[in-house]
């Protein structure tokens, strides 16, 4: 058993945990009895996010049901849902976790509320009776969840702050459905399918479909930090949060600095510790996964557990630094070697994974690491969030540069564009010859687009050869209108800061979660990032930005931390990504099933892409003149998607205009 110290007796009061699927249908207008067996169907459908049991709750008298799928971490007797306040008015179905319950719980039971159980969940529906829709702002946790009034007839959805939990929605036949996931909703029969030309578009450039778009047409993702409500046949969504960017930086030394968010972070691990399970941690080799191991390891009262993944090709693998920190840290540590054929096996069922396409190749070895973990325990931390806080990718530090690139003679420029096209690729990780192409693929755009450009696929000049010319002739939408959309909501001066929120509204909301989140939920782990906890982000968002990139030193009061936490080795190392290689793979083990999806009969039948020019890039890439993995990767988990859910790819009913609501 794993206790954190001081918290063995919330463990013991309290039943924590966040492995679960919610599912619902509400027919606001017309009240009409939600179709129970479809609604049991679509919630099996989501039962690798909550294997031990399932819950319903109908009320046929207003049109509403809702679906739950439940892992349970401990205490299997209490913790069923759907939830009830004490007189079953209101009920709740909750995908998530309540980090500061046992504060919560002691207050709301001093104010008179009676638990019916131990389950933190529970919180949400005491403190909804106090403060109504405003009880997300008391929640300190990953959740995604929907609550139902049956005094006000009131359905309630909510997404925590960061986005860690999934939320999707549908609006079709004046009634509005719900789930953990996509597929969940293309389990109910109402639920068109039908292929969103502009979710694909922004698929192609940005790699995932952001939010709150989805690839398919008329089913949306709740942003992070919003509530939907719908009441009275109207519904409105509303933001409670966001990361606070726009306010001015804190004037704090960089001693008090280190220290308040030394203070911020110990306090954020120790409250993911909350567990009467074991609870592991991913350890990487890099600086925010080996801060994480050395802070749990700080305050358990037992040896941690520590996980680790290994590659055989040398340029990817990060698993001896992890295993000799390991012994440093004195973990009973795990390693598991990536196997490329299991890898490879995995690839043409990728979309049993996602449910929208993610072309974030680390997907893979997240879900394996993630298998490996669950065979042994239910819970791991994780580092994720720290690079999007502090400025740890390399696009911050290559910013910085592109002012001097921009002053170089035109006729150097030229020189190098040209030296750039005759180098040939390698199969290394981010070798310098990719680096140096997908940096020039950046020149001459705005920051915000760039950065995108830079760690995204298709330039809309590539996909106007791309696609066929009458789905071109069906977007609309400015590719990144989703960039300008975030920059008008709030004024936030500097270039940096700009960026620094839209990698975390953009990139971190639905790439890193959106893989963390499906990876290590089809394999039955719980995965907890104190990087995430609203408290360290408010904190890291509110300092100056010589604090987070210094120079070209990125996350430097990051590793200022670090510096008597973990060795130099870790902190001064060179960035490494959790990669796969996909340059040597699309060549080799790969080339068969990207040729069966790329072939001429394929795409033809398809109807959406043009040939001749997907011809080119496989052409050039298994010929080794340019190195185009980027976007045949992202064509190719596009195309296994498509053949797995099969959209309507009709252009006359895709003109349509999308459902909108009231923001």
């Given amino acids: 058993m794993f206790y954190s110290p001081n918290c063995t007796l919330y463990a013991l009061r309290y039943n924590l945990r966040s492995m679960c699927g919610i599912i619902g249908i509400y027919h606001y207008t017309t009240q009409e009895p939600v179709n129970k067996k479809a609604l049991e169907n679509a919630t099996s459908v989501l039962y690798h996010r909550g294997p031990d049991e399932g819950g319903y709750f109908f009320d046929d008298k207003n049109g509403l049901g809702f679906g739950h799928r439940r892992l349970s971490i401990i205490d299997l007797s209490t913790g069923q849902q759907p939830l009830y306040n004490e007189d079953n008015s209101i009920v709740l179905i909750c995908n998530g976790e309540i980090y500061n319950f046992p504060e919560l719980y002691d207050r709301l039971v001093l104010e008179g509320h009676k638990f019916k159980t131990r389950s933190d969940n529970e919180a949400i529906i005491h403190l909804y009776e106090k403060y109504g829709t405003?009880?997300?702002?008391?929640?300190?946790?990953?959740?995604?969840?929907?609550?139902?009034?049956?005094?006000?007839?009131?359905?309630?959805?909510?997404?925590?702050?960061?986005?860690?939990?999934?939320?999707?929605?549908?609006?079709?036949n004046n009634s509005i459905y719900f789930s953990s996931e996509i597929k969940g909703l293309l389990a109910l029969p109402e639920i068109k399918r039908d292929?969103?030309?502009?979710?694909?578009?922004?698929?192609?450039?940005?790699?995932?479909?952001?939010?709150?778009?989805?690839?398919?047409?008329?089913?949306?993702?709740?942003?992070?930090?919003n509530i939907l409500t719908v009441h009275n046949n109207h519904i409105k969504k509303e933001k409670y949060w966001d990361m606070p960017l726009d306010r001015a930086k804190l004037n704090i030394s960089e001693k008090e600095a280190t220290e308040e968010l030394e203070r911020l972070f110990t306090k954020a691990v120790k409250r993911r510790l909350l567990s009467d399970v074991p609870v592991g941690v991913f350890l990487s080799g890099g600086i925010d996964s080996s801060i994480v191991a050395k802070f749990m390891t700080n305050i358990s009262t037992e040896k941690i557990r520590t996980f680790s993944i290994g590659f055989h090709e040398k340029s990817f693998d990060e698993s001896k630094i992890a295993m000799r920190f390991a012994k440093e840290l004195n973990s009973e540590h795990n390693q598991f070697l990536f196997d490329s054929k299991e890898c490879l096996n995995l690839i043409p069922n990728i979309a049993n994974l996602v449910d929208e396409p993610l072309s974030d190749a680390s997907i893979l070895p997240t879900y394996f690491l993630s298998h490996f973990a669950s065979k042994q325990l239910k819970v791991c931390l994780g580092g994720d969030g720290g690079d999007e806080l502090f400025a740890g990718y390399q696009i911050f530090p290559v910013h910085k540069l592109i002012g001097l690139y921009n002053v170089i003679p035109r006729e150097l420029r030229n020189l190098i564009l040209y030296i750039a096209n005759k180098i040939p690729p390698r199969e290394t990780y981010l070798s310098f010859p990719f680096v140096l192409k997908q940096f020039l693929r950046g020149i001459g755009l705005s920051n915000e687009i760039r950065m995108f450009v830079w760690m995204g696929a298709y330039l809309d000049s590539e996909k106007r050869q791309l696609l066929n010319p009458d789905i071109q002739s069906n977007i609309h939408r400015n590719t990144f209108e989703d960039i300008s959309n975030h920059l008008t909501q709030k004024f936030i001066s500097t270039d940096v800061d700009r960026m620094l929120y839209l990698i975390s509204k953009m990139y971190l909301t639905d790439d890193i979660l959106v893989k963390v989140d499906r990876a290590s939920m089809a394999t039955g782990l719980e995965v907890r990032a104190p990087f995430l906890d609203y408290e360290v982000q408010e904190f890291g968002a509110q300092l100056p930005y010589d604090l987070k990139l210094n120079r070209l030193t990125s996350k430097y009061i990051l590793k200022k931390m670090a510096e008597k936490h973990i060795p130099d080795y870790i902190i001064k190392r060179k960035k490494q990504g959790f990669a796969i290689p996909v340059t040597k793979w699309l060549k080799h083990e790969l080339k068969d099933i990207l040729l069966q999806y790329t072939s001429k009969n394929y795409i033809q039948n398809q109807g959406i892409f043009q040939y001749n020019f997907i011809e080119k890039l496989v052409q050039n890439h298994l010929n080794e003149t340019w190195d185009n993995k980027k976007l045949l990767w992202n064509l190719l988990v596009f195309q296994l998607w498509y053949e797995k859910y099969k959209p309507s790819v009709d252009i006359q009913a895709l003109t349509n205009k999308e459902a909108t609501i009231n923001v």
Wanted: aromatic residues 12%; proline residues 6%.
């Fill in 134 to 172: 405003k009880c997300v702002d008391h929640l300190n946790g990953m959740f995604a969840f929907a609550l139902w009034d049956k005094n006000k007839n009131l359905l309630f959805l909510a997404r925590d702050r960061m986005g860690v939990k999934p939320l999707y929605y549908a609006l079709q």
């Fill in 195 to 225: 292929l969103n030309l502009e979710g694909l578009n922004k698929y192609l450039t940005f790699e995932n479909v952001p939010s709150p778009h989805s690839i398919i047409k008329n089913i949306f993702k709740l942003e992070p930090g």
